[in-house]
C-alpha cells in the first residue's frame, strides 16, 4: 500500500520513467521551466507524415514532473498532431490516477512541453503552429 499522496502510476512513470533521454535527428524539441521551483523539462519528437511516431524527454525536476514528462511521451506516440494537441494537462493527470493539487502544474509543464515542441517543427519545416502556445502562471505551493 502506497501512502504517499501519489498513486500507483504516477510513482511507476517516477521509478521507471518511459522514453528517457534525446532523440538526436528530432522534428522538434521543446523546452519549459517553471523558475519557481526549478523545475524544467526538454521534449523531442520525431513526426513522419504526421504522425508522431517517437518522443523521448529529458526531466529535471520532482517525481511528479519526470511522471508527467513519462506519461505524455507515452500518450502521444502514434497519434496525429491534431490528436496530440488535444491532450490536456487534465487527461495527463487522470491517466496517471490523479495529482496532488500542488503538484497539477507538472501536467501542465508536460503539456507545455509537448505543445513547444510541436511548435518547433512546425518552425523547422516553415509553416505557423496552427495553435498558439498559452504561457500559463503556475500556481506552486511547497
Known amino acids: 500500500m502506497n501512502n504517499l499522496p501519489y498513486s500507483e502510476k504516477v510513482m511507476d512513470h517516477f521509478t521507471n520513467p518511459r522514453n528517457v533521454g534525446e532523440i538526436p535527428d528530432a522534428s522538434g524539441v521543446g523546452t519549459v521551466g517553471n523558475p ?3 523545475d524544467v523539462m526538454k521534449m523531442f519528437i520525431k513526426i513522419d507524415n504526421g504522425i508522431i511516431v517517437d518522443a523521448k524527454f529529458k526531466t529535471f525536476g520532482c517525481g511528479a514532473a519526470v511522471a508527467t514528462s513519462s506519461m505524455v511521451t507515452e500518450m502521444v506516440k502514434g497519434k496525429s498532431i491534431e490528436e496530440a494537441l488535444k491532450i490536456s494537462n ?3 493527470a487522470e491517466a496517471l490516477g490523479g495529482l496532488p493539487p500542488i ?10 512541453a509537448l505543445r513547444s515542441a510541436l511548435a518547433d517543427y512546425y518552425k523547422k519545416i516553415g509553416k505557423e503552429p496552427p495553435f498558439t502556445i ?7 505551493g511547497h
Open 134 to 140: 498559452t504561457e500559463h502562471k503556475h500556481e506552486h
Open 90 to 92: 487534465k487527461a495527463v
Open 36 to 38: 519557481i521551483c526549478g
Open 103 to 112: 503538484k497539477m502544474h507538472c501536467s501542465v509543464l508536460a503539456e507545455e
